[in-house]
Nanobody
């Protein structure tokens, strides 16, 4: 059974930092590309950052230079370091993996950036 468990969300002021983690089980983590998405109410889920099995990363333009995705294969965990946060980063953040052509999502973790 594939499981994804996000942690680390919270409320911060603009300019603050958070570190999200997504612990996985039920997959051979090291061979999978992983991704972080975010969603605000009444909008489609947006791809924020991805990391492939070799460690190559990609980001949506709006977060480049502020958010950093990384992975720890020994812990089967993917991270999202979030720095210089802006109010427009407020969203529910989800991690994602595709396994045997099936999409799996965690329950998400809420990030709120406000004064």
């Amino acid at each position: 059974q594939v499981r994804l468990m996000e942690r680390g969300g919270g409320s911060v002021q603009p300019g603050g930092s958070l570190r999200l983690s997504c612990a996985t089980s039920g997959i051979n983590f090291r061979i999978h590309d992983m991704a972080w998405y975010r969603q605000v109410p009444e909008k489609e889920r947006e791809l924020v950052a991805s990391i492939n099995s070799a460690g190559a990363t990609d980001y949506v333009d709006s977060v480049k230079g502020r958010l950093t995705i990384s992975r720890d294969n020994s812990r089967s965990t993917v991270y999202l370091q979030m720095d210089s946060l802006k109010p427009e980063d407020t969203a529910r953040y989800f991690c994602h993996v595709e396994n045997y052509r099936l999409s799996y999502w965690g329950q998400g973790t809420q990030v709120t950036v406000a004064s």
